[in-house]
């Protein structure tokens, strides 16, 4: 057998971190490019929207408060405080087509049935709560970022200018009876070449200190809204495990009719056969014909035979004998069969204690997968198996010498792949799923497990 290297763990993959706004590589000054122009501009929508949303947000709080004593009048509030889902959506979307900022939806509101489990729903739902918050947290920063930026802009435009058009300012009388035109700080008039470059000067560094300063108050918005209308922690974790539920049961279902489907077309259809050979030679010994008989008892015997060998295969896909004897059993039981060259190596400890039935078959399944694609698909000339234990995490490393490529599709067009398949099952017990296949190979598939124990 050809030993092979192990690889160190691989690293995974971080998604890219979107650029906050438009036009990041632009080489110009900052002042002007178009993500500072378009990040002052969300702040003058924001400025719109901020007092009504403020409003929205107090009369939600007020009247669930003031209608509290009526109860059926606590519909009105509940609705009011679900609807604050609204101006989340309007905020995100606002965020997506100013600023580039992709923020998730929260998960969808559901109304329970009955009078008070739906007026519960309404007036517990906290992503609308949250969107409230938001409304109340985000006015005065959106009212302090628009008046900020627009007198640093102005302030910074009109000093780059003053030269064009100080001279058409009104004359005034200085304290010593002298006339200026121009901008007046106290007795200081700024009306000389030399003040008149300090004034430009000063503006340039404003113009751009500007762009900073918008770019800190429209990402303080973008925390915000990333922090109070975004799902929370827990909603997408109850959404992962929702969908890895439904795979689990899903794949379940397909095990359960790919069973049947071999019981009825194969073994039923054998036993029916013995059944049948039996009966004649029944009859051909009741007339006498002692050999036509021993000839049918001979076929049923074979067929009895190759019935049994087929449903011990059925019993060893649902759970394999060999995992009765431990992982590691099973894995280099495995490892024998497989159709191309597996090396495996079992860390100390893995099954100390022993795993639970659920994480061990999960294991199994997981590594026999892998071993089947790295033989049909990849083309691989062997396949290297690693299963370490440490602080309650069962870690699986399963490295092929394949052409590389390999995806987790699964999509609405029902476009799956056995990947998908493992991923969600993995998900099922709470585990992680990683994938790195570069096309030219090798692909490495890291998986990690639970070490839940036996009572």
């Known amino acids: 057998m050809t030993t092979m290297t192990l690889p160190e763990s691989a690293p995974s993959a971080q998604p890219p971190t979107p650029s906050h706004g438009a036009g990041g590589g632009s080489p110009a000054p900052v002042p002007f490019r178009a993500r500072s122009w378009t990040e002052y501009g969300y702040l003058w929508l924001l400025l719109l929207l901020a007092p009504f949303g403020l409003a929205y947000a107090v009369l939600a709080v007020a009247l669930t408060a003031g209608l509290a004593v009526t109860v059926a009048g606590l519909w009105a509030g ?3 405080i679900a609807g604050a889902r609204g101006w989340g959506a309007l905020h995100r979307g606002l965020l997506r087509q100013t600023l580039h900022a992709e923020i998730a939806e929260p998960p969808p509101f559901h109304l329970r049935s009955g009078f008070w489990r739906g007026m519960g729903s309404l007036l517990g739902d906290p992503t609308g ?4 918050l938001f409304l109340l947290a985000s006015f005065p920063v959106a009212l302090a970022g628009f008046v900020v930026s627009t007198v640093f802009v102005s302030t910074a ?5 003053y030269p064009a058009w100080y001279r058409w300012l009104p004359a005034q009388q200085a304290a010593d009876g002298s006339w200026h035109r121009g901008a007046m700080f106290g007795d200081w008039f700024v009306d000389t070449p030399p003040r008149i470059a300090g004034a430009v000067a000063a503006g340039v560094v404003l113009l751009f ?4 300063l918008t770019r800190l108050f429209t990402t303080l918005m973008h925390l915000l809204a990333q922090a109070l209308l975004g799902p929370t922690r827990a909603s997408l974790r109850v959404a992962e495990l929702r969908a890895s539920r439904a795979g689990a049961v899903e794949d379940a ?3 359960l009719r790919r069973i049947e489907r071999d019981l009825h077309d194969g073994t039923q259809a054998r036993l029916v056969a013995v ?3 039996v009966d004649e030679a029944r009859e051909h010994l009741a007339d006498g014909e002692t050999a036509a008989a021993s000839g049918l008892l001979d076929t049923a015997h074979a067929s009895a035979l190759e019935t049994l060998a087929e449903l011990r295969e059925i019993a060893r896909g649902i759970h394999p004998a060999a995992l009765d004897s431990g992982l590691e059993v099973a894995l280099r039981t495995l490892a024998a069969r497989a159709p191309l060259p597996v090396v495996v190596e079992i860390g100390p400890g893995v099954e100390q204690p022993r795993l639970a039935p659920a994480v061990e078959s999960i294991a199994y399944y997981t590594v026999a997968e892998l071993v089947t694609n790295a033989a049909k698909y990849a083309a691989a000339d062997g396949v290297a198996v690693r299963v370490e234990r440490e602080d309650g995490v069962l870690r699986l490393q399963v490295r092929d010498d394949g052409r590389g490529g390999a995806r987790v599709v699964t999509d609405g067009a029902g476009q799956r792949t056995g990947l998908a398949g493992l991923t ?3 998900r099922a017990v709470d585990g992680t799923f990683e994938l790195a296949s570069p096309v030219g190979g090798p ?3 890291t998986v990690t497990l639970p070490t839940s124990t036996r009572p």
Not at 157 to 161: F, H, I, P, R, W
């Open 275 to 277: 059944a049948m050979q």
């Open 424 to 426: 969600e099952r993995v």
């Open 253 to 255: 279902d397909a095990r």
């Open 157 to 161: 435009l009109a000093a780059v200018t």
């Open 129 to 132: 709560w949250r969107a409230l």
């Open 78 to 80: 509940g609705g009011l």
């Open 209 to 212: 200190v500007w762009p900073l």
């Open 443 to 445: 692909t490495v598939v």
